[in-house]
């Protein structure tokens, strides 16, 4: 799940590293409009529907993060 999650962000967001840290929020990588695109990218790519209270940084930290809550959600 970690390399198709890593694959789309990749292809959305080449710009950015998402391996450089584990706390891409936290270091003002991504920030509140990236977020607002990832969810939507993960939502259609994974047919998923991400509640409200599943978007906290320790889900969009990290690929890993971003991995374990679509697996969750799945």
Known sequence: MKE?????????????DFTASNSLVDDGILDSLTLTGIIAALTMEFGITIPYEEIIEENFNSVDGMAKMVKKLM
């Open 4 to 16: 198709k999650v890593l694959a789309l962000l990749q292809s959305e967001y080449p710009e950015i």
